[in-house]
């Protein structure tokens, strides 16, 4: 399982990115897929997931309403659409592979990407 993550950058408050996530070494669409945070000086937490087929999605209270999770199962990539980005917002993004095809649990990570958010 490899998942290389990208598009990560400085922005400012209120701004956006979008995070791309290529997957190689398993089958793609046959997995839910989840986006993960490590701010600094906090422990990992889950943010968003994707069932297999895009269907169903989940969010963490923290960015629901301002991120949007999708995937591209033909392409192997899961996208993260971050708007209305706040500080807090800042930290380390990853994503990750479930063991199912509704949901986690989350078991092979990618290095992840940064994200700044700053004024």
């Known amino acids: 399982v490899q998942l290389v993550e990208s598009g990560g950058g400085l922005v400012q408050p209120g701004g956006s990115l979008t995070l791309s996530c290529t997957a190689s070494?398993?089958?793609?669409?046959?997995?839910?897929m989840a986006w993960f945070r490590q701010a600094p000086g906090k422990q990992r937490e889950q943010i968003a997931e994707?069932?297999?087929?895009?269907?169903?999605?989940d969010y963490a209270d923290s960015v629901k309403g301002r991120f949007t999770i999708t995937r591209e199962n033909f392409d192997k990539t899961v996208f993260l659409r971050m708007n209305a980005l706040k500080l807090e917002d800042t930290g380390l993004y990853y994503c990750?592979?479930?063991?199912?095809?509704?949901?986690?649990?989350?078991?092979?990570w990618g290095r992840g990407t940064h994200v700044t958010v700053s004024s």
């Open positions: 990750a592979k479930g063991t199912r095809r509704e949901s986690g649990p989350y078991t092979d």
């Open positions: 070494g398993f089958t793609f669409g046959s997995y839910a």
């Open positions: 994707i069932n297999w087929l895009g269907s169903n999605t």
